[in-house]
């Protein structure tokens, strides 16, 4: 099955930008989605296909995919950005149709 | 406006049986790809099984011969039916409308396998 590879965990200082990376084979032929988990809440999807927003998600948040790695960019970071971030592709094999990244926990210094 | 409501999660002893449902407003689960997806303590998020609009399905392989997902029209409900469950099946499961991307999820629901 498609493996996708994040760095289990991301600082960076408020008023700074955030990058989290989702690494794969050739992952830049799919299209990769970022979602966003507070603390004991549901996912929310702030980035699909590669670098669109979903309406209501702030355009601090853009996103970026080529060659083996796709990055979800957060610029201006505020405390509330704080957070689990998953990316996620197709993963075209019939027992793993979706597949997520491990996730990465963003803290906000 | 859209929403997705688990419920049926609970404690369950190993090898016993569990039915999650999902009920839906805002759209209709029969026109859409419906999934469910789970979230073990502390860990990441784990794609499980997939309705589609034609009502064929399809299941990871942690889950299959175990899980059963299903939908009742009339209800514009989603469940999954969950037997000879595991501890390593506890976790909080989610529902969640795919179109293109998970783009709506239920609030999850709590299931815990032990003795």
């Known amino acids: 099955s498609f493996v996708l590879t994040q760095p289990p965990s991301v600082s960076v200082a408020p008023g700074q930008t955030a990058s989290i990376t989702c690494g794969g084979n050739?992952?830049?032929?799919?299209?990769v989605h970022w979602y966003q988990q507070k603390p004991g809440q549901a996912p929310v999807l702030v980035v699909y296909?590669?670098?669109d927003r979903p309406s209501g998600i702030p355009e601090r948040f853009s996103g970026s995919n080529s060659g083996n790695t796709a990055t979800l960019a957060i610029s201006r970071v505020e405390a509330g950005d704080e957070a689990d971030y998953y990316c996620?592709?197709?993963?075209?094999?019939?027992?793993?149709?979706?597949?997520f990244g491990g996730g990465t926990k963003l803290t906000v210094l | 406006e859209v929403q997705l409501v688990e419920s049926g999660g609970g404690l369950v002893q190993p090898g016993g049986s569990l039915r999650l449902s999902c009920a839906a407003s805002?759209?209709?689960?029969?026109?859409?790809?419906m999934t469910w997806v789970r979230q073990a303590p502390g860990k990441g998020l784990e794609w499980l099984s997939v309705?589609?609009?034609?009502?064929?399905?399809s299941y990871a392989d942690s889950v299959k011969g175990r899980f059963t997902i299903s939908r009742d029209n009339s209800k514009n409900t989603l469940y999954l039916q969950m037997n000879s469950l595991r501890a390593e099946d506890t976790a909080v499961y989610y529902c969640?409308?795919?179109?293109?991307?998970?783009?709506?999820w239920g609030q999850g629901t709590l299931v815990t396998v032990s003795s």
């Open positions: 309705i589609y609009n034609d009502g064929s399905t």
């Open positions: 050739n992952i830049g032929s799919k299209s």
């Open positions: 969640a409308r795919f179109l293109g991307n998970f783009d709506y």
């Open positions: 996620q592709v197709w993963g075209s094999s019939s027992d793993h149709l979706w597949v």
């Open positions: 296909d590669d670098s």
């Open positions: 805002g759209f209709t689960v029969s026109s859409n790809y």
